[in-house]
């Protein structure tokens, strides 16, 4: 006697799952997850947390030298402000580049992609690194019979930071720093187009909101890692 759910039915052309492609399928789709979080969580940290840029030019020597490799905090000036003695890196807060902006060697469509995503330090060509030496309030003066910036009256004698030989006079002047912005200058003072060689821009002053960050550490190269401020 026969079943009335046929079980004379022939099942030799149903199809099995091919397993191995689903596998391939699913390690594709799971890796696909895994590459953009990163690179969402890349940008996140780039745009709120720290940043690399490289070093275009020799301004700030011997503390930075050309080329260098250096990390960026974005949280500490949030969370602290800006101080003085801080190196910071700052967008071109008028036309301090002139039409000659820094020299940007991941200046390409596949470079501009890596620097969004913080895989290459980055330098917009429209970004530069000195030294805070006046905050908001501050009168700076140049200079003493010494040579010495005079900050709030009062003689700055421990800049260990400039480069040995680099002058710091060759600019007169006394400035107010309003409330919201910095002054600032190069730590090789002989070589470096600060703040000084800007009075006729907002008096040379920096404002704060063109503050990326403060300088953290140099990471390259490898036999120059380590902190900067003293």
Do not use: F, Q, T
């Given at each position: 006697m026969s079943s009335d759910f046929g079980d004379d039915v022939n099942t030799s052309n149903i199809e099995e799952p091919d397993e191995p492609t689903e596998k391939v399928k699913g390690l594709f789709r799971e890796s696909f997850t895994v590459i953009v979080t990163a690179l969402v969580l890349s940008v996140l940290v780039r745009t709120f947390l720290v940043q690399a840029f490289y070093v275009p030019s020799g301004s700030m020597e011997n503390t930075l030298m050309t080329n260098d490799r250096i990390v960026v905090s974005k949280i500490s000036t949030r969370l602290t402000g800006v101080n003085r003695q801080n190196v910071i890196v700052f967008h071109d807060p008028s036309t301090?580049?002139?039409?000659?902006?820094?020299?940007?060697?991941?200046?390409?469509?596949?470079?501009?992609?890596?620097q969004l995503v913080g895989i290459v330090p980055a330098n917009s060509g429209n970004d530069l690194v000195k030294r805070v030496i006046g905050v908001g309030g501050d009168t700076?003066?140049?200079?003493?019979?010494?040579?010495?910036?005079?900050?709030?009256?009062?003689?700055?004698?421990?800049?260990t930071y400039i480069k040995p030989g680099s002058r710091t006079d060759q600019v007169k002047f006394k400035v107010l720093v309003p409330e919201g912005s910095v002054f600032v200058m190069g730590d090789n003072r002989g070589n470096s187009q600060d703040s000084r060689f800007h009075l006729n821009l907002h008096d040379g002053m920096v404002p704060l909101k063109d503050v990326v960050g403060r300088v953290a550490v140099k990471i390259w190269p490898l036999n120059r890692m380590g902190g900067i401020e003293r």
């Open positions: 301090w580049l002139g039409d000659m902006p820094a020299p940007n060697p991941y200046n390409s469509v596949i470079g501009r992609a890596l700076v003066e140049c200079c003493d019979a010494a040579g010495h910036i005079i900050v709030n009256g009062k003689p700055l004698l421990n800049e």
